[in-house]
């Protein structure tokens, strides 16, 4: 058995994600495809804490420092999980990783875009033996892409079906992939629909000085009331008024920004607070499917803010009547899907096939993305 191995460290920061997958054929889309396992290395609060403070106000020391740490880190949990898996090395074609992304700036006019994720790939391949491929989002944004998401691309080989579906992602921040019915001529789209649990996340771990790092279950939502006025705070954000191609990260739905939102709002309750950031995320995504450009059979949910109740029937009524249910109905686990498809994209790179998917990104052309380095 020969393994292709993804690795992922998303906006939510939670962890590192590791997926090892068989993928048969040789043809652009696999021909058959296994998920051999899924691990999570869960952050401690101290590394995400580290991650956040290089996002919000990061030295070159700093930048440098996380980027040596974070790929001993991926190095390491890509070795684990291939040591309890029986995988020797050997056995890897290629680990595809695709880092923690601590900045990025979509291209706007006039300026052109950038991206910069941290997990040194020289680091990954000294701790694995393994041949690495990584930097997957710079050749689309050097094409004037928006360099994101790059999940479209994967969503669009492996999830096509006989309905129009929408794969809708929740994770830091929200993206969803539009698929038309297999055999339809009419193009995809994707996109970032702006924050998932990220702003959830952080304001739960700071109102609870550290002693909650998410709203499990939507506990603290479902007791709480949306303030509309703050609410409409975030809803002004020109974001969401942008047609597609977009993409968006922490750069812009920030730390600190959170943090000044809080103060303005420190009247509410932690309940009440957590509730408005659930209806943020809900009504947003819900808002952005009005740029979907035909009509949609049902929604799949994945990523980390698909396992909250509370957001997720929030959304289903929103959408309402059109189906939500969650994307492991479909074959593929909702927590290990980013991972899974950074094994593709390692994949795809090997073969040189293009994986930017300029529908969803905006990119002048298809190119073929990732780095490699040797092992």
């Not at 290629?94 to 680091?123: F, K, N, Y």
């Not at 947003?284 to 009005?290: H, K, L, N």
């Not at 994307?327 to 909702?334: R, T, Y």
Request: net charge negative.
């Amino acid at each position: 058995m020969r393994v292709w191995v993804g690795v992922m460290s998303g906006t939510s920061l939670d962890g590192i994600d590791v997926a090892l997958v068989e993928l048969e054929g040789a043809e652009e889309r696999p021909a058959a495809w296994r998920l051999v396992a899924f691990r999570t290395e869960a952050y401690d609060s101290g590394m995400r804490d580290r991650i956040r403070g290089v996002i919000d106000a990061g030295s070159a020391e700093a930048l440098s420092g996380l980027d040596f740490e974070l790929g001993a880190r991926i190095g390491a949990a890509v070795r684990r999980t291939l040591e309890a898996s029986s995988i020797p090395p050997d056995r890897v074609e290629a680990i595809g990783s695709h880092g923690q992304t601590v900045w990025h700036r979509p291209p706007e006019p006039g300026r052109p875009g950038a991206t910069l994720q941290l997990g040194q790939a020289a680091v990954i391949a000294e701790e694995t033996s393994c041949l690495v491929v990584s930097d997957f989002r710079v050749r689309d944004m050097a094409a004037g892409g928006e360099g994101a998401p790059l999940t479209a691309y994967t969503d669009w080989l492996l999830l096509r079906g006989p309905e129009a579906r929408a794969i809708q992602n929740i994770g830091g921040m929200a993206n969803v992939t539009a698929l038309p019915a297999e055999g339809s001529e009419t193009v995809p789209q994707a996109f970032d629909t702006g924050p998932g649990v990220a702003l959830l996340d952080g304001a739960v771990e700071r109102l609870t000085a550290g002693s909650l790092s998410f709203d499990r279950d939507g506990e603290l939502a479902a007791r709480g009331t949306v303030s509309e006025p703050a609410l409409a705070e975030w809803l002004s954000d020109p974001f969401f008024d942008r047609s597609p191609p977009k993409s968006t990260g922490r750069e812009r739905f920030s730390q600190p920004r959170l943090v000044q939102w809080l103060a303005r709002h420190d009247d509410l309750s932690v309940e009440d607070l957590a509730a408005t950031l659930t209806e943020l995320t809900a009504r947003t995504i819900a808002d952005a499917y009005r740029w979907i450009e035909f009509g949609l059979d049902a929604c799949y949910l994945c990523g980390g803010g698909a396992r909250n109740p509370v957001l997720a029937g929030r959304l289903a009524q929103l959408l309402a009547p059109l189906p939500v249910r969650n994307v492991g109905v479909l074959g593929v686990d909702a927590d290990a899907r980013e991972a899974v498809a950074f094994a593709i994209l390692a994949r795809q790179h090997a073969l040189g096939f293009p994986a930017n998917a300029p529908w969803a990104t905006g990119a002048s052309g298809p190119r073929v993305l990732g780095v490699r380095t040797l092992a």
